[in-house]
């Protein structure tokens, strides 16, 4: 697939200089709940954040392997514990370009890191005055850390 000129938004991908709805094209790959994606390091990638849980939440990566221009490979790179409309986000290229940065709520729940990772393995919640959790039991059980900002190599 091209770097520049496609453009992919929910199973569907289309010329973007100028836009002509009719040729917008149906994806001949299964992905759904897409929240966020970004085209990057010549492949597609997705954030999937599935209420429905019919699919892992988590960063995916779409790919064309056979240089037809379609994308036609789906990958999990990476699964995310999420709920709800907390939880992945979005995918952002980082400002150099060589990188990809995951973006969730508080919803998802924080997943294994490296050892090298900078962040801590060691949580907590600080607080002056007890806990009041929400009176009507949202988010009653989400505790630090409140949401997910992951920096990911292409692979």
């Keep these: 697939m091209t770097e520049v000129g496609k453009w992919s938004i929910g199973g569907y991908q289309c010329d973007v200089h100028p836009l002509d709805p009719k040729k917008v094209e149906k994806l001949a790959v ?7 994606m970004v085209w990057a390091f010549g492949a597609l990638y997705i954030g999937v954040n ?4 019919k699919i892992p939440s988590g960063l995916y990566r779409i790919t064309d392997t056979d240089g037809d221009d379609q994308l036609d490979r789906v990958e999990m790179l990476r699964a995310i514990e999420a709920k709800g409309d907390h939880g992945v986000h979005a ?10 940065y995951l973006i969730c709520g508080n919803g998802a729940k924080k997943t294994q890191t490296e ?10 919640e600080d607080h002056l005055l007890p806990r009041m ?3 009507k039991g949202f988010m009653r059980d989400v505790v630090g850390p409140g949401g997910i900002i992951a920096r990911t190599t292409k692979s």
């Design 133 to 135: 959790p929400d009176g």
């Design 50 to 53: 599935d209420y429905e849980k």
């Design 30 to 36: 299964e992905i759904r709940a897409v929240n966020g």
């Design 91 to 100: 995918v952002v290229p980082t400002p150099d370009g060589k990188s990809l």
């Design 115 to 124: 050892a090298t990772s900078q962040v801590p393995s060691i949580w907590g």
